[in-house]
């Protein structure tokens, strides 16, 4: 059985997963690969940084799976993946992370690992992957709400009232 703090993770990936698919699929295709301001990167460069984020802090870090991540690609290029392409990849490298999280017990949630130059215990790197990933589904939610007019809903037909 996984670890308590392993299961609560793991599951908050695959909800957050699931929130960012709603809000890519709110973003007109045709505009997935426009900047919309300076600092402000493309919804699917967006996705590229997620997977190149959880690929390093999760997969290479804590899997000690092979990976070297060029993050200033993951924002300048323009690659021509379609968004279903994007969601599978996305997907993809959260249901790998899951697997990885799944399998981690005490030991390796305290012991300590270098990430981007910085000792982290497997704790801290699993609360800064789903940190980041959270911040990013905000930015996301803005690209479909204000950006296209999206309807989305992350908790329709919920009561949120109930105590």
Request: glycine share 10%.
């Amino acid at each position: 059985m996984s670890h308590p703090f392993c299961q609560s993770i793991s599951g908050h990936f695959k909800t957050i997963a699931g929130r960012i698919v709603t809000c890519i699929d709110a973003v007109d295709e045709a505009r997935f690969w426009d900047d919309f301001a300076p600092n402000l990167a493309s919804p699917g460069n967006l996705v590229l940084h997620l997977v190149g984020n959880l690929s390093q802090y999760v997969l290479k870090t804590l899997g000690g799976q092979d990976y070297y991540r060029e993050r200033s690609k993951e924002f300048a290029g323009k690659p021509s993946l379609e968004r279903e392409s994007l969601k599978s990849l996305l997907l993809q490298t959260v249901d790998e992370c899951r697997a990885v999280i799944d399998r981690l017990g005490e030991n390796e949630l305290c012991r300590s690992y270098v990430v981007q130059g910085q000792e982290r215990t497997g704790y801290e790197i699993l609360v800064l992957a789903i940190e980041h990933f959270g911040y990013h589904t905000g930015q996301f939610a803005w690209f479909g709400k204000y950006l296209f007019g999206g309807e989305i809903d992350f908790f329709k037909g919920r009561n949120l009232n109930i105590q």
